[in-house]
C-alpha cells in the first residue's frame, strides 16, 4: 500500500507524520518522546485514522497495526543502540 507522508519536526520532542495521499490519507502517527529518570529514552507512538468504515473491523485492525508498530520501533531502537542513524547535524555537514 503506497502512501505519501508529511514529517513535521517543529517540535522534536513531539512529532506527527500526516497520510497526505493514499488509502490512510488524513491519518496522523505521533511520537512523544521524552526522557526517563534511569537515563533511558520513553517513545509513546499512536496513530489515528479518520477513515470512515464498519466498527467490527477495529478489532481486527488494532492488534494488526500494534504489531506493526511495535516490530518498527524495536528496529527503530535495534538501530539507535547500534548507531545506525546519523543525527541531523552529521547530515548537514557531511
Known sequence: M???LHLDRTNLD?????VTAGACRGGVMRFQI???DDGAT????????TRRGPRVLAP?????LGRALA???AEDKADLEQGNYTSDEKRRTA
Do not use: F, H, K, N
Open 34 to 36: 521524552a526522557a526517563a
Open 14 to 18: 513531539d512529532q506527527r507524520t500526516t
Open 42 to 49: 520513553v517513545v509513546t507512538a499512536s496513530l489515528r485514522s
Open 71 to 73: 516490530q518498527a520501533l
Open 60 to 64: 481486527v485492525l488494532r492488534p494488526i
Open 2 to 4: 503506497r502512501q505519501r
